[in-house]
């Protein structure tokens, strides 16, 4: 918790003040000029300025603006200066005290306005979150052996303040595993706060990951906090974090270090209280070899590695993961849709380079050429349909081959793309696992099954 700064020129009030805060268990540092205060300010940032509205070195109304952009002030006044109570809230104070001040007021409006100010920053986080993950897709959908091994790790971890490495493909979601270990954490309650480090240049990225103090750079008229304090006793989630240059590298390591950190153009180390997760589609460990990455941070990184399995090698979730996407445009539409057999198969057989991803596109391709229609069907899977039927011609044969050479090869095909698996190829096939089991005994094809 950063500390409650007190204002006030009267040593006995100032005392008072300072021991009553102390009593609500929060941190204090206590000034009675504001020459005290600006070298305090060059050092250190509250949580909250409690300030007679005149000191002997100058009135607060001159140093209003600066200190409300570093957080909630609190405005001491003698009764008859109300009127100047009132001018200071409506420059940016949140609350005022008229002097002498009861015990009991001064708890309520002090927890009134800590308590205003969280909710404050946790809204505007809460907007700019929901507007970065509209149209989210789903990962924790599914009953393979890959993904409860993803989920168990998460159960491991999630109550530690370990820093987790989550590694795998684009497209196999790898942040709703790092939603899933905030959810699952003692932070659920505070902001799980995303960053992209693949989307902003070098110094646009270090501003917003650290915040800026006005005049660090040519349009930077006032000071903006980070998203390292978004996250305050949450979590931050830093995806494809092997983009990020060397520089930055360099200084989030010591965040990970120390737990402080600097704002852009700042010279005060601030507490950085936020768990790090971190994903990458990349070879840190190679990366950090050839020196494209910091072998430090990589270190720094990866206690707790998690990898997230491409969705081919999770087939037998395909059919969960579709009537999902289904039943969120169902919910808005009222249409009940279902997906015929070939289809699932078609979708089931495809490789899905871009994973749960490009899944979830197909998906919605579909529902749209399905035009309202309760039947998703293989000709509204587009260029799935046709990469199956192509695939289904490379069967190649020196003569006339007979239905059952046809079925035998086919079969073969099948259980060595699957490694074996017979429920993925019955899946594929449209029969039960017993049929496909008979199957490959007919034809002799247990060495490929095995």
């Known amino acids: 918790m950063k500390d409650v ?25 206590s000034f009675q000029s504001w ?46 200066s109300i009127r100047s109570a009132v001018d200071a809230m409506k420059a940016g104070a949140s609350e005022y005290l ?15 306005v800590l308590e205003a100010s969280k ?26 052996s890959a993904l409860r091994e993803v989920q168990n790790m998460v159960e491991a971890v999630a109550t530690s303040d370990m820093t987790v490495l989550i590694q795998g493909e684009s497209g196999t979601g790898k942040e709703l595993v790092a939603r899933a270990l905030h959810d699952a954490s003692n932070r659920a309650a505070r902001n799980f706060v995303a960053v992209d480090c693949c989307t902003l240049q070098e110094t646009l ?28 006793g949450g979590t931050l989630f830093l995806d494809e974090i092997g983009e990020i240059a060397l520089p930055i590298q360099a200084k989030l390591l010591r965040v990970l270090e120390t737990g402080t950190f600097r704002r852009l153009g700042g010279v005060k180390d601030l507490k950085a209280d936020a768990r790090i997760v971190a994903a990458t589609n990349r070879d840190l460990e190679a990366m950090s070899g050839a020196g494209d990455f910091r072998s430090d941070l990589y270190f720094r990184l990866s206690p707790f590695v998690i990898t997230t399995p491409p969705l081919r090698d999770r087939r037998e979730d395909i059919p969960h993961l579709v009537h ?3 039943e969120r445009h169902d919910f808005s539409s009222r249409i009940n849709r279902k997906v015929t057999q070939a289809a699932m198969r078609t979708l089931t057989a495809h490789d ?44 190649e044969f020196d003569h006339d081959p007979s239905l059952e050479e046809i079925e ?40 490929v099954a095995g």
């Open 35 to 80: 020459g005290a205060v600006d070298a305090y300010l060059r050092e250190q940032e509250p949580a909250l300025i409690v300030s007679d509205i005149r000191l002997p070195d100058g009135e607060l109304a001159q140093r209003l603006p600066q200190l409300v952009e570093l957080c909630p002030v609190i405005v001491l006044t003698a009764y008859g």
């Open 119 to 144: 909710l404050r920053l946790d809204h505007q986080y809460c907007k700019r979150r929901l507007k970065a993950t509209e149209g989210c897709f789903s990962y924790m959908i599914g009953e393979s």
């Open 205 to 232: 990225f270090e501003s917003e990951l650290f915040g800026h103090e006005r005049g660090a750079f040519t349009g930077a008229d006032k000071q903006k906090k980070g998203l390292i304090e978004a996250a305050e």
């Open 5 to 29: 700064l007190i204002i006030e020129d009267d040593a006995v009030l100032n005392r008072f003040l300072s021991k009553h805060v102390r009593e609500m268990h929060l941190e204090v540092s």
């Open 408 to 447: 035998s090869r086919y079969l073969e095909q099948q259980l060595r793309k699957f490694a074996g698996h017979r429920s993925q190829v019955a899946q594929v096939l449209g029969i039960s696992e017993r049929n496909v089991y008979r199957l490959i005994k007919r034809y002799g094809l247990t060495e």
């Open 324 to 326: 999902h996407f289904l």
């Open 352 to 395: 899905w380079p871009g994973n749960i991803r490009e899944l979830k596109n197909a998906v919605e391709r579909a529902v749209i050429l399905s035009r309202g229609k309760p039947r998703i069907g293989v000709e509204h899977l587009g260029f799935l349909h046709r990469r199956g039927s192509e695939a289904c011609m490379r069967l």
């Open 98 to 112: 008229t002097k002498p001040v009861s015990p009991e007021e001064l708890t309520l409006v002090i927890r009134k």
